[in-house]
């Protein structure tokens, strides 16, 4: 194992003072902070090697598209790819399931044919499939979520038919914890022939990622969620898929030769990588990963286990009647995420009291509304009893505080956000006077 406290030191903005105390930053499933390796990386490249890549034979831009080549490469040793040409640069997991949803679903979906999510999808993976789904004629059908957070494996069999085209499903749930059973899903969507889209957003920064082993046909992934850049990530995909898609961006970069009438296309990855990219995120994003391969990824998803195993310990303890803890219970089912509310106390209002704390947490649905509806995630004790059904009907009073941990959290930082709650709960009947904000549109 790892040592935090020295990984800490890495960690500029871990020496922070948010309301005048030190910043315990629990908002990792959102983004996480960045090491000085990732940001001396950035000030490299602008200061050093800076040019526009696969455009010169000058030496900047040679050295500049070497160093993003390399970057590849480090992302396929990361998830164990069989070669680089498998890894595309995208600008998030969102920009990925986009450009599957387009540059496969356009092509390959048809009039009633069925696209499965899952209920605890986020936002960014359900909502391309929806669309191309209306385009195209298709229907979309939902995997339930059980009160515990698990899937409904028993339902596969009725819900993915013959006509499923494309299973799509969060490895592990954003807003639960919730580490999906993957060969489960694999194995029936294999059954009808269907094609198996992962998002990895919430999986890849935290548990160790083998697409080899994996079985499924796409996987996306943030950087800015595993210590890299925002505006970078990747979409996996299986060479013999990847070769056979339509493409979605097209322009500078993606071509061999253009002529009036015909257009031959570059090899993989670059076919998709449309345009100038995002040179330097993608080369931090390497190293980015590096850092995380030399702490090792079993190790991280240990300390991880034993963060929310300590949590969800000592909620339990010193809470049982104020605090509502969603997902699993066994910290083996579930990433380093905690959410909860405290109950008759909104959301928002929980956030705001541990920000005075210098606890960084998140408030709202955490862009999976239709899993807070199916389970009724609310602050009040009595759940409503319908859910909006009218585009914009959106209920404010459904959603849940999230704590999310990564490698440079420590059992101190959790001691003081249990000790932080215990005040907001004792101050509950003061604070329900608070008029809650609205974080984000997709809050």
């Not at 809470?319 to 066994?330: A, H, S, W």
Request: charged residues 25%; hydrophobic residues 40%.
């Amino acid at each position: 194992m790892f040592d935090p406290e020295e990984v800490r030191k890495d960690f500029p903005i871990l020496s922070r003072k948010i309301n005048g105390r030190p910043l315990v930053y629990f908002d990792n499933a959102a983004s996480t902070q960045k090491p000085i390796q990732v940001i001396n990386t950035i000030v490299e490249f602008y200061s050093k090697h800076y040019a526009n890549i696969h455009r010169g034979l000058h030496t900047l831009s040679q050295e500049a598209s070497e160093m993003y080549e390399k970057a590849h490469e480090t992302l396929a040793k990361f998830i164990n790819a069989y070669s680089w040409e498998e890894v595309v640069f995208c600008n998030n997991t969102t920009d990925a399931m986009n450009l599957v949803a387009y540059a496969w679903g356009l092509k390959n979906l048809g009039e009633g044919d069925e696209v499965v999510a899952t209920i605890m999808d986020h936002h960014s993976t359900i909502l391309p499939w929806r669309k191309i789904a209306k385009m195209k004629g298709a229907v979309v059908k939902y995997i339930n979520v059980t009160p515990r957070g698990y899937l409904d494996y028993d339902s596969l069999n009725t819900i993915i038919t013959h006509r499923t085209k494309v299973l799509v499903f969060p490895v592990a749930s954003n807003v639960l914890g919730t580490i999906n059973k993957v060969e489960e899903l694999v194995k029936r969507a294999r059954e009808v022939g269907a094609i198996v889209v992962a998002d990895g957003a919430q999986s890849v920064p935290h548990i160790p990622t083998d697409v080899r082993s994996l079985g499924v046909d796409f996987l996306g992934f943030s950087g800015h969620k595993m210590l890299g850049p925002t505006g970078s990530g990747v979409l996996w995909g299986r060479r013999d898929v990847l070769e056979e898609m339509d493409l979605f961006k097209v322009g500078g970069d993606t071509i061999r030769d253009v002529t009036v009438d015909d257009v031959v296309w570059l090899d993989l990855p670059w076919r998709f990588e449309a345009g100038t990219p995002n040179i330097e995120a993608g080369i931090a994003l390497g190293t980015a990963s590096e850092y995380l391969m030399k702490l090792g990824m079993d190790n991280v998803r240990e300390h991880e286990k034993q963060l929310v195993a300590y949590t969800l310990k000592r909620l339990s303890e010193e809470f049982p009647d104020d605090i509502r803890v969603y997902g699993p219970v066994d910290p083996s089912d579930k990433t380093g995420v905690v959410s909860f509310n405290i109950v008759g106390l909104n959301h928002h209002t929980v956030a705001k009291a541990l920000d005075l704390y210098g606890i960084a947490v998140r408030s709202g649905m955490h862009c999976a509304h239709p899993l807070h509806y199916s389970l009724k995630i609310t602050y009040l004790e009595t759940p409503p009893a319908d859910i909006p059904k009218e585009p914009g009907e959106r209920l404010t009073v459904y959603g849940s505080v999230r704590a999310s941990y990564y490698i440079y959290n420590t059992f101190e930082e959790v001691d003081y956000f249990i000790e932080s709650l215990g005040k907001i709960v004792s101050l509950k009947e003061a604070l329900k006077r608070e008029k809650p904000e609205a974080v984000c549109s997709g809050s």
